[in-house]
T-cell receptor, first 112, second 115 residues
């Protein structure tokens, strides 16, 4: 059972453009929603995270938008740069433990 | 500070052989996770420990897989006997006692190829 669905699977954007990745979850007990970034040959690393008490969180060029009623959240990468080319994973977890349920991943390619 | 350390980084073995993957979590972290990553199935949680005790092993594919954490600084994931479908990148991750941020720190992974 895939509890976190992520789309699209891949994305090509021009340098300076906006990358948007969407995720939807099913379990209403989830209350922590991180995004991880993974470069080829490396392990995933935390990029940005949000809790459902806010609808948006911004860190530099990265923004998470959260819609609790729709059970959806998204990652926006503003002014995309070639160095942002990576695979991005959304995830979700419950407060009671650290177990993360990951989405399927989105491979982002930023063309110069 | 050293991050999560995994060894070996690459492992090539033949079907039927025993494979042991090793992980050293970040000092002070009390959660340890084992993941498997493939193109087909993405990133899957296999098992995780809290204070060296297995909490959830529901992701372990079958009895051929076993994991141990004998102390706070070491964990192993063993596959016996290995099969070609076990070929994947295996990640270990650890997490600190800070329950506010829930961040997991991943190691560089072990790329396993079973011929």
């Amino acid at each position: 059972q895939q509890q976190v669905k992520q789309s699209p699977k891949s994305l090509i954007v021009q340098k300076g453009g906006i990358s948007i990745i969407n995720c939807a979850y099913e379990n209403t007990a989830f209350d922590y929603f991180p995004w991880y970034q993974q470069f080829p040959g490396k392990g995933p690393a935390l990029l940005i995270a949000i809790r459902p008490d806010v609808s948006e969180k911004k860190e530099g060029r990265f923004t998470i938008s959260f819609n609790k009623s729709a059970k959806q959240f998204s990652l926006h990468i503003m002014d995309s740069q070639p160095g942002d080319s990576a695979t991005y994973f959304c995830a979700a977890s419950k407060a009671a433990g650290n177990k993360l349920t990951f989405g399927g991943g989105t491979r982002v390619l930023v063309k110069p | 500070d050293a991050g999560v350390i995994q060894s070996p980084r690459h492992e090539v073995t033949e079907m039927g052989q025993e494979v042991t993957l090793r992980c050293k979590p970040i000092s002070g972290h009390d959660y340890l996770f084992w993941y498997r990553q493939t193109m087909m199935r993405g990133l899957e949680l296999l098992i995780y420990f809290n204070n060296n005790v297995p909490i959830d092993d529901s992701g372990m594919p079958e009895d051929r897989f076993s994991a141990k954490m004998p102390n706070a600084s070491f964990s192993t994931l063993k596959i016996q006997p290995s099969e070609p479908r076990d070929s994947a990148v295996y990640f270990c991750a650890s997490s600190p006692p800070d329950r506010v941020h829930n961040e997991q720190f991943f190691g560089p992974g072990t790329r396993l190829t079973v011929l």
